[in-house]
């Protein structure tokens, strides 16, 4: 694929960006699929400025990231209600509607439907008991997802405060790190950093209460095969590893921004060639 006069312009804004793995997946997609369109990670600092530069330079479609998911809220026309619900926007699509003269800037969340779709490739989410640890913005977006699907959502989280806020903001239960033991459920899902390189070895969760899951999920995807996936495993949950909402999240964007199903693998692929550079 050669960048003409007609490629068509996406890309990543945040702060650092250089890192992002989103223009690896974003181009091995269009390229698969004979998209004539280019995918770029932009460094900006103010989200408003950089959705009116994006809008007037013609963008198509642009993923937001930190720090800049709640504060890009303010410079949308429209915002998608579940993101909306979950209060960050990380999938900005431009279009035109028919016969309107204006480009209409609309934000969505596609990281709910990017840990949905990584969990409902090995589990039945609707009626599914789901411990979630962490109560940061990952574990708020996971955590709207689940209740979308109908699952039944508990969060744990190291500061009480911080947990019980998103319990009550999700309507589900709160789990003190030390009533972990009284847990049972269907799925575990960690959202903490704890396990990321260099600190491989540390653990989210007691592995004495693994057995009492059938599926663990871990977003930390470096390691890909972090300490909490092994442990899982070798209890003989069946587990999912930290590319699978990416390149979800990734997959749900592809879909919104051009109308085509996404190449899930080929996706997945440049996720992992991007982990060994
Ligand atoms: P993100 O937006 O990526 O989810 P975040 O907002 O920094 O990141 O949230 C990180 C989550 O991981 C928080 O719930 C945090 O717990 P606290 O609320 O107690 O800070 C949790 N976390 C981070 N490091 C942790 C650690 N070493 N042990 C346990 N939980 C940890």
């Known amino acids: 694929m050669r960048i003409d006069g007609k490629t068509r312009l996406y890309g990543i804004i945040g702060h650092p960006v250089g890192h992002s793995m989103s223009p690896a997946m974003h181009n091995a997609a269009f390229a698969a699929t004979g998209i004539n369109g280019v995918y770029v990670a932009m460094d900006v600092e103010d989200a408003g400025r950089a959705v009116r530069a994006l809008r007037e330079l013609g963008y198509i479609g642009v993923s937001v990231t930190v720090p800049h998911k709640e504060a890009v809220m303010a410079h949308v026309d429209e915002i998608d209600?579940?993101?909306?619900?979950?209060?960050?926007?990380?999938?900005?699509?431009?279009?035109r509607g028919p016969g309107e003269k204006d480009v209409v800037v609309r934000g969505f969340n596609t990281d709910w439907q990017g840990s949905n779709l990584a969990l409902a490739e090995k589990i039945r989410l609707a009626g599914s008991r789901v411990l979630v640890l962490g109560a940061g913005g990952a574990a708020r977006a996971v955590g709207f997802g689940l209740v979308e699907a109908g699952a039944e959502v508990m969060i744990s989280n190291r500061t009480e405060a911080k947990g019980r806020a998103l319990a009550r903001s999700l309507g589900c239960r709160f789990v003190a790190p030390e009533r972990l033991a009284e847990v049972r459920g269907d799925v575990l899902v960690n959202t903490t950093p704890v396990g990321m390189t260099p600190?491989?070895?540390?653990?989210?969760?007691?592995?004495?209460?693994?057995?009492?899951?059938?599926?663990?999920?871990?977003?930390v995807y470096a390691p890909l095969e972090t300490r909490l996936l092994r442990e899982a495993a070798a209890a003989g949950c069946r587990v999912i590893d930290g590319l699978a909402m990416l390149q979800?999240?990734?997959?749900?964007?592809?879909?919104?921004?051009?109308?085509?199903?996404?190449?899930?693998?080929?996706?997945?692929?440049?996720?992992l060639e991007q982990l060994q550079v």
Do not use: C
């Open 248 to 271: 979800y999240q990734g997959a749900v964007q592809f879909k919104i921004w051009t109308g085509r199903q996404p190449p899930v693998e080929v996706m997945r692929r440049a996720l």
């Open 199 to 219: 600190h491989v070895d540390a653990l989210p969760i007691d592995p004495a209460l693994l057995p009492r899951f059938s599926l663990v999920m871990d977003i």
């Open 81 to 95: 209600p579940v993101a909306r619900r979950i209060g960050a926007v990380n999938t900005l699509f431009f279009y």
